[in-house]
C-alpha cells in the first residue's frame, strides 16, 4: 500500500484565506520530505522541502511542518491566490541517500475568487 | 522546467507496438528516473539511475526497459505496448540525492 498518503483528496479555499494541506506517512526511517506543486499540463514543481531533524521550514508564503510523533507532515500557504490552484504531493525518502522519493496521491486545491 | 525535456510531449499508439520515451537533462545531474502518473494515483516510479552505468528497478517495472545512453540523456521503452500503459510519463533528474528532484514536462501516452 502507499507510505505516503494525503487526507484529503480535494481541497476548496477562498482567495487571501490561508491553506493547510495535510499528509500521513508511515515509515518511520523517511528522513527527508517534499512538497511539489503540479499544475494542469505540467510536471511537479519542487516547494519546500524539510529534514527529519527538523520540525519546521518556512520558505516565500508557504511553510511545512514536520510531526515525527504522529507522522504527520502538513503544507501551509498563506494568502492563498488563485495561481495557487494546483495538484499538491507530499513525497518521502526513505534512508541515506535512498533510492527515489515515494509520492502520496496528491491533493487538489481549488482557489476561487 | 526547459532544464528537463521529454520527447514526444504526447503519442498514441497501438496495442502491440513497441515506443520509447526520450527524455534529456542540461542540469549535470547524475541522477536521473522515469516515473508514470495515472489519475488518483499520484506518482510511481517506474526506473531510476545513478549515473550511465547503473540501471534499477522501481516500484512498477514490469512491461518497461530503459536506457542510460549518456549523463544527460535516459530514454524509456515499452517492448509491446497494451491499453493499461496509457498514463502520463514524467522524467526526473537529482543530483547526489533524490533531493528536490526537478521534472520534465511530461509525455502523454495513449495506447488504444
Known amino acids: 500500500g502507499e507510505s505516503v498518503g494525503l487526507h484529503l483528496p480535494t481541497l476548496s479555499v477562498q482567495e487571501g484565506d490561508n491553506s493547510i494541506i495535510n499528509c500521513a506517512y508511515s515509515n518511520s526511517a523517511s528522513d527527508y520530505f517534499i512538497w511539489y506543486k503540479q499544475e494542469s499540463g505540467k510536471g511537479p514543481q519542487f516547494i519546500i522541502d524539510i529534514r527529519s531533524n527538523m520540525d519546521k521550514r518556512q520558505g516565500q508564503r508557504v511553510t511545512v511542518l514536520l510531526n515525527k510523533t504522529v507522522k504527520h507532515l502538513s503544507l501551509q500557504i498563506a494568502a492563498t491566490q488563485p495561481g495557487d490552484s494546483a495538484v499538491y504531493f507530499c513525497a518521502e525518502n526513505i534512508g541515506q541517500a535512498g533510492t527515489a522519493l515515494i509520492f502520496g496521491k496528491g491533493t487538489t486545491l481549488s482557489v476561487s475568487s | 522546467d526547459a532544464d528537463v525535456t521529454q520527447t514526444p510531449r504526447n503519442r498514441i499508439t497501438k496495442t502491440g507496438k513497441r515506443i520509447m520515451l526520450e527524455c534529456s537533462q542540461t542540469?549535470?545531474?547524475?541522477?536521473m528516473y522515469w516515473y508514470r502518473q495515472d489519475p488518483g494515483l499520484g506518482l510511481r516510479l517506474i526506473y531510476y539511475s545513478f549515473d550511465v552505468k547503473d540501471i534499477n528497478k522501481g516500484e512498477i517495472s514490469d512491461g518497461y526497459s530503459v536506457s542510460r545512453q549518456a549523463q544527460a540523456k535516459f530514454s524509456l521503452s515499452l517492448e509491446s505496448a497494451i491499453p493499461n500503459q496509457t498514463a502520463l510519463y514524467f522524467c526526473?533528474?537529482?543530483?547526489?540525492?533524490?533531493?528536490?528532484?526537478?521534472f520534465g514536462p511530461g509525455t502523454r501516452l495513449t495506447v488504444l
Open positions: 526526473a533528474t537529482s543530483e547526489g540525492t533524490p533531493r528536490g528532484q526537478f
Open positions: 542540469k549535470g545531474h547524475d541522477r
